[in-house]
């Protein structure tokens, strides 16, 4: 399998996939996962596109930095 299935497999299940599929690809929930999971979809295969693969990489580092600022944000809360 694919570096997207690898990285489905340790990230997806600490994320809502109907959330990530609408805010970073403004899309639904079940065209993400058909192309998640290389699915066929009248009588062709899907997967991400060039432009998708970057904009998932680019969500993935959004959510990263989101979670590193919380983290930060708690650390310093405990020192308050």
């Not at 299940?13 to 899309?27: E, G, Q, S, V, W």
């Not at 639904?28 to 066929?40: L, N, P």
């Not at 295969?45 to 919380?70: G, M, P, T």
Request: charge should be positive; aromatic fraction near 12%; charged fraction near 25%.
């Amino acid at each position: 399998m694919g570096v997207v299935w690898v990285c489905k497999n340790e990230l997806f299940p600490f994320l809502n996939m109907t959330t990530l599929a609408k805010h970073y690809f403004d899309r639904s929930q079940s065209w993400f996962s058909q192309r998640v999971h290389s699915c066929t979809v009248r009588n062709h295969k899907v997967a991400f596109k060039a432009e998708e693969y970057a904009r998932l990489s680019s969500a993935y580092r959004d959510l990263a930095q989101k979670l590193i600022q919380a983290a930060d944000e708690l650390d310093a809360a405990k020192d308050e």
